[in-house]
């Protein structure tokens, strides 16, 4: 059987985009790639969360930012709520030192789904600088 690319002539799938720039996978974890690239920055702009109408709610954290060129890749990575319901959670792009690449920034929109919550209150942060709070009735 044949195996179909469903990304063709992409090297990293987690940075495929739609026309709007609109990136929704839920691949900005680490990869194994990453060992090999350098770790840089991403800039945000602004940073929402949705509640999803589900049981559990489904928690999404929208991001709304800048990458450092075209070549980088968004990383994010969320721990799972502390005792007093605080999330935090990293964000930052990789690339391939070795690639050469043109040096403008790389607007992006990126929906990262933080999994299920239980009812509460919590707060966040990104990059450990204070986000807003939310609350799951």
């Known amino acids: 059987a044949a195996v179909i690319d469903p990304y063709p002539g992409v090297d990293d799938p987690n940075q495929v985009q739609n026309p709007n720039r609109v990136i929704m996978l ?3 974890s680490p990869s194994n790639i990453d060992k090999d690239f350098s770790r840089g920055p991403a800039y945000i702009d602004s940073a929402d969360i ?3 109408e589900s049981f559990p709610v489904q928690v999404e954290l ?3 930012g800048n990458l450092p060129t ?3 890749h968004l990383r994010v990575v969320a721990e799972d709520p502390d005792a007093d319901g605080h999330v935090e959670i990293e964000v930052y792009s990789v690339s391939d030192p070795e ?3 043109i ?9 990262i789904p933080l999994g ?3 009812e509460g209150n919590y707060t966040f942060s990104i990059n450990e600088e204070p986000g807003s709070e ?3 009735p």
Not at 103 to 109: A, G, K, R, T, Y
């Open 26 to 28: 839920d691949g900005f």
């Open 134 to 136: 939310f609350k799951i």
């Open 50 to 52: 949705v509640l999803k």
């Open 99 to 101: 690639k050469m690449c």
């Open 70 to 72: 075209p070549c980088n």
């Open 116 to 118: 299920d919550f239980a």
């Open 62 to 64: 929208v991001l709304i």
């Open 103 to 111: 040096q403008i920034l790389e607007p992006f929109e990126a929906i």
